[in-house]
């Protein structure tokens, strides 16, 4: 069990980065141009917020709710 746990982790962390990645480079304007600046910022927050929301599932394959959907959004984000 600790072995399933310690992979889960592992593939949590590696993804996280390919996520960074993947929303740094999402962040493109209407006219084709880079964002910068808090338009970036937003944009990239929302970004990991919407890649950790479908994630947030329990053992049992059910939405987590209140604080358990607070601290799992918490650690995914900072991972992501």
């Avoid at 910068?36 to 929302?46: L, P």
């Avoid at 917020?49 to 394959?61: L, V």
Wanted: with cysteine; charged share 25%.
């Amino acid at each position: 069990m600790k072995r399933i746990a310690v992979a889960a982790l592992i593939t949590l962390f590696a993804t996280g980065s390919a996520f960074a990645q993947s929303c740094e480079s999402k962040a493109v304007g209407k006219d084709g141009k880079p964002l910068s600046g808090a338009a970036k910022t937003s944009f990239v927050k929302k970004c990991k917020q919407d890649a950790c929301e479908s994630k947030a599932m329990g053992k049992d394959g059910k939405p987590l709710t209140g604080a358990a959907k607070t601290s799992f959004m918490t650690k995914c984000e900072k991972g992501a």
